[in-house]
Nanobody
Framework: QVQLVEYGGGFVQAGDSLRLSCAASGRTSSSLAMYWFRQAPGQARELIVS????????YYADSVKGRFTISRDNAKNTVYLQIDRLKPEDTAVYYC????????????WGRGTQVTVSS
């Protein structure tokens, strides 16, 4: 069983940067495809960023392209989401997820971390 815990959320100002972390345990994150979702108030959860287990394939939603960057440190079993030039519309709960097959399933989920961006 894989456990995922997100860190790094908070209250920030528009234009600031933030780095979210997702620490995995129970299995090495290097064997898993990793995903970041977010859910804004009153909206559906949306996939914003993903990376396959090798790190060779990534996906960025149009809404975050150019400002969000996913990376992983396999030695720390951690995946990161760097968020630059934050906007108020980035306000959401950010969730980390992991899957055994890239693009096919989201098998494990974290509980989420809140990011609030003030204008």
């Amino acid at each position: 069983q894989v456990q995922l815990v997100e860190y790094g959320g908070g209250f920030v100002q528009a234009g600031d940067s933030l780095r979210l972390s997702c620490a995995a345990s129970g299995r090495t994150s290097s064997s898993l495809a990793m995903y970041w979702f977010r859910q804004a108030p009153g909206q559906a959860r949306e996939l914003i960023v993903s990376m396959d287990s090798s790190g060779g394939r990534t996906y960025y939603a149009d809404s975050v392209k150019g400002r969000f960057t996913i990376s992983r440190d396999n030695a720390k079993n951690t995946v990161y989401l760097q968020i630059d030039r934050l906007k108020p519309e980035d306000t959401a709960v950010y969730y980390c997820a992991a899957g055994n097959e890239y693009g096919e399933s989201y098998d494990y989920w974290g509980r989420g971390t809140q990011v609030t961006v003030s204008s």
